[in-house]
């Protein structure tokens, strides 16, 4: 058995993200999570600030990230938004906050 490629190891953290991410925003938007398009802004699903800001502290507790309340505006698709994390979850782990 070898071991996983770099791009494989970030394919595999992604899709953890990702079906983290969806259980989250379905919680939140009261639907199920494959009925949330990735490329579609959170807001036609009815995201809300109050739903926005929760998820920040998800986020917060989940993965040890500090974000700002405004991160759904910068990242309003869940493609978007992981992205981000696939950036920032590494970063952290590695001590470089």
Do not use: K
Not at 25 to 54: C, H, K, Q
Request: proline share 7%; with cysteine.
């Amino acid at each position: 058995m070898t071991a996983p490629t770099t791009r494989h190891s970030a394919v595999l953290a992604d899709n953890l993200h990702r079906g983290w991410l969806l259980d989250r925003l379905a919680l939140y938007l009261n639907r199920p999570a494959d009925s949330i398009d990735p490329t579609v802004p959170l807001a036609e699903f009815g995201m809300d600030s109050v739903a926005a800001l929760s998820l920040c502290g998800d986020l917060e507790d989940q993965f040890g990230l500090y974000v700002e309340p405004t991160l759904l505006w910068d990242h309003p698709t869940v493609e978007s938004l992981v992205g981000y994390m696939a950036v920032e979850i590494p970063r952290v782990a590695e001590g470089n906050r």
